[in-house]
């Protein structure tokens, strides 16, 4: 089982990120106490207001969500699509 602290992980962050043509990452850490996900932009969409909306915080650029009690199963099935249709709706009115 392998664990990574808080440190090493932020690491993993930064190498999603830095995938070229990648406008908007989201890295998903299983917690002993739930789940946080780490949001990253490099557009102008405001990853602070997406974070707000699930009762997480940060920055335009940089922002993450902590889920108490909650699963990777629960983030694939009603976080994630949640946060993919953000996107494409930002982008959709951006254009």
């Given at each position: ?7 090493e992980s932020d690491g993993l962050v930064r ?81």
């Open positions: 089982n392998l664990e990574l602290d808080d440190f190498e999603g990120h830095s995938l070229k043509g990648c406008l908007f990452s989201v890295f998903i850490k299983e917690r002993s106490d739930g789940i946080s996900l780490n949001l990253r932009s490099r557009n102008d969409f405001d990853v602070s207001l997406l974070a707000t909306s699930f009762g997480g915080g940060g920055h335009k650029k940089a922002s993450g969500i902590k889920l108490k009690n909650c699963n990777l199963q629960t983030v694939e099935k009603e976080i994630l699509p949640k946060i993919i249709e953000s996107y494409k709706n930002w982008r959709k009115n951006e254009n």
